[in-house]
T-cell receptor, first 114, second 117 residues
Framework: NAGVTQTPKFQVLKTGQSMTLQCAQD?????MYWYRQDPGMGLRLIYYSASEGTTDKGEVPNGYNVSRLNKREFSLRLESAAPSQTSVYFCASRQGANSNVGYTFGSGTRLTVV | QKEVEQNSGPLSVPEGAIASLNCTYS??????FFWYRQYSGKSPELIMSIYSNGDKEDGRFTAQLNKASQYVSLLIRDSQPSDSATYLCAVGRRAGAGGTSYGKLTFGQGTILTVHP
């Protein structure tokens, strides 16, 4: 089925470990986004990519890096995980930055840092 | 002041009643408005979008927008227990309007809705 695919779905890391969250969409969307969701905080934007070849910081970028590998894929990397990065991470995509259509979200990655 | 504010609830309504969910936003340059539904442990699902002042109806859902008051609401008629979820309001600027917004959406904290039989 067409949509946004995130891997892994669950992950437990030790403090200081690194990992990459993968996101791929098959809807030929131009714009892709990474959000984190914490209780009482709503969805907060980490990084986004308006189009292939561009990335920019969102509201909470510290401790993260991203790569827009091609039009389909947008990965999020934690170089040295911290307990404060325990969260649910959602990848989303959109046809274009000026699209009047909302995001399509992936199913999320639940990350626990111990 | 938060950019997008919602009453976190929980909002509890009886089955068959009208549920009213509210959202205010601070950026007067906002031009697109969305309501997402999120079941526990699941990802947000788009249920309504609105761009012009007034009402927009889709089945049991009605979105209302008042840009002068910077207010958007969602009404759910004939509420069902299956409507029990968290409802997220999201607001966006047109890309390039007043900066490099690139179509980012800003989300409220969400309102928890419980519909009891």
């Amino acid at each position: 089925n067409a949509g946004v695919t995130q891997t892994p779905k669950f992950q437990v890391l030790k403090t200081g470990q690194s990992m990459t969250l993968q996101c791929a969409q098959d809807m030929n969307h131009n714009s892709m986004y990474w959000y984190r969701q914490d209780p009482g905080m709503g969805l907060r934007l980490i990084y986004y990519s308006a189009s292939e070849g561009t990335t920019d910081k969102g509201e909470v970028p510290n401790g993260y890096n991203v790569s827009r590998l091609n039009k389909r894929e947008f990965s999020l990397r934690l170089e040295s995980a911290a307990p404060s990065q325990t969260s649910v991470y959602f990848c989303a995509s959109r046809q274009g930055a000026n699209s009047n259509v909302g995001y399509t979200f992936g199913s999320g990655t639940r990350l626990t840092v111990v | 002041q938060k950019e997008v504010e919602q009453n976190s609830g929980p909002l509890s309504v009886p089955e068959g009643a009208i549920a009213s969910l509210n959202c205010t936003y601070s950026d007067r340059g906002s031009q697109s408005f969305f309501w997402y539904r999120q079941y526990s442990g699941k990802s947000p699902e788009l249920i309504m979008s609105i761009y012009s002042n007034g009402d927009k109806e889709d089945g049991r859902f009605t979105a209302q927008l008042n840009k002068a008051s910077q207010y958007v609401s969602l009404l759910i008629r004939d509420s069902q227990p299956s409507d029990s979820a968290t409802y997220l309001c999201a607001v966006g600027r047109r890309a390039g309007a007043g900066g490099t917004s690139y179509g980012k959406l800003t989300f409220g904290q969400g309102t928890i809705l419980t519909v009891h039989p």
